[in-house]
């Protein structure tokens, strides 16, 4: 028998679970003919959300001018529209020539490290975290070090522990806020203390902002880079979460702060972003349209608005569980729910999360798929409507009551 060909072994050290075998095992029960509610990944359109329609419109009117390949960074009007929005949010001194318009904003993590990394170097990166951010640091020969973000502290990052993973061999750190999966806003002081940090240290600033106009009650999101001033900052977002469009694949990633010092790490992204030569052109006309227009994500955060109510019907359903407990998520569009310390040794959050599959039909994410050190939490998208929440939440009773 010949041997076998053998993967890369750079992806030894690379997890992405939330696609990982629980998702390959609910598909494998849908192809059986079972019903899955899959609360795994936050895609709104899977959910009845619609991407804006003037949004459409304006892939629809540019088309013809979307056949060539455009510039390596993205179109003028799109990252020009990025400049404006970042101007408006008091972030000055940038302009197109600073902007990068990816396929999605996982193509701009990827890019933006593989510019930066050398083998060996290291990132913090917060625990727990989008894992996205950890695999792409290893697979660009770099390790991540998590710093941790304590359910006990509402998940806010703890500054002192942060700065003792610092050494001569650190590059950036990755602030992710409003917080996947946890649903932390962080405040002016938190993101300043880090910043201070990452100045102090000549580190790179990297802000995963995705989720920037989704925050709830009275949680104020603070643009990142509106606090960098002595080192550079690079801000990440993009249309999939505000805008209902993950499926554009448009996000943008744009460098601020000591800009004299980022020419040649600009010009590495320049190089990386040439050889893929341009991001999907139609969809990159959306973005000004999306910038510039009515910004119909406020509505929906509101408390009469669908994202709201979702999110309240998990704390309530939460609230009303002898199994369960929640840091009221105050962003984004996660729940990470802890289940109580009378399971510890009966049941992990592995374990949980595949018996909820196999025997009640409910997909949902391990909370060791964010690189956390403890195995009691997961993660549920809040994008179903109420209804379906609360039938998700009596299948988790379910599950986990013989064993209270």
């Avoid at 059986?32 to 509610?37: A, D, L, T």
């Avoid at 020539?97 to 060996?120: C, K, M, T, W, Y």
């Avoid at 606090?227 to 554009?248: E, F, H, P, Q």
């Amino acid at each position: 028998m010949e041997q076998e060909i053998q993967s890369s072994s750079v992806l030894k050290d690379v997890r992405y679970e939330i696609r990982g075998q629980l998702a390959h095992h609910a598909l494998e029960l849908e192809k059986r003919g079972y019903e899955i509610i899959s609360l795994n990944i936050g895609n709104p359109g899977l959910f009845g959300f619609r991407t804006p329609e003037t949004m459409r419109l304006a892939m629809i009117e540019n088309l013809a001018q979307a056949e060539p390949y455009c510039h390596q960074k993205g179109i003028f009007p799109a990252r020009e529209a990025v400049v404006m929005q970042q101007q408006n949010r008091g972030v000055l001194g940038v302009s197109a020539d600073e902007v990068f318009i990816g396929n999605g904003v996982s193509e701009l993590i990827d890019l933006s490290l593989r510019a930066l990394l050398n083998p060996g170097d290291e990132v913090l990166v917060p625990s727990p975290d989008y894992p996205l951010w950890s695999a792409a640091v290893a697979l660009n020969g770099g390790r991540a070090r998590h710093y941790a973000c304590p359910p006990a502290a509402g998940f806010m990052p703890d500054l002192e522990a942060m700065a003792k993973l610092i050494n001569e061999r650190t590059r950036a750190i990755v602030v992710i806020n409003p917080n996947n999966p946890s649903g932390a806003v962080y405040s002016r002081d938190t993101l300043r203390a880090i910043v201070d940090l990452a100045e102090q240290h000549n580190l790179v600033v990297m802000a995963d902002e995705i989720y920037d106009q989704m925050v709830y009650d009275d949680a104020e999101f603070i643009p990142m880079a509106t606090l960098v001033d002595d080192t550079v900052c690079l801000t990440y977002s993009g249309l999939s979460k505000i805008y209902r469009a993950c499926g554009y694949r448009v996000g943008w990633c744009v460098f601020s702060g000591d800009l004299e010092r980022a020419g040649e790490y600009i010009h590495g992204m320049e190089l990386l972003a040439a050889l893929r030569l341009c991001s999907n052109v139609p969809a990159q006309w959306a973005v000004q349209t999306a910038l510039g227009g009515f910004q119909s994500i406020a509505e929906l955060v509101k408390p009469a608005g669908r994202l709201y109510q979702s999110r309240q019907a998990i704390i309530d359903a939460v609230g009303a569980s002898d199994h369960l407990h929640l840091q009221k998520p105050m962003g984004a569009m996660y729940a990470f729910v802890q289940l109580d310390e009378r399971f510890e040794g009966k049941l992990d959050d592995q374990a949980f999360a595949l018996e909820l599959l196999e025997k009640h039909h409910v997909l949902v994410a391990p909370g060791t798929s964010f690189n956390t050190p403890y195995a009691d939490h997961f993660r549920v998208t809040t994008l179903p409507d109420p209804e379906t929440i609360s039938v998700v939440f009596e299948r988790i009773d379910a599950c986990l009551a013989p064993y209270a």
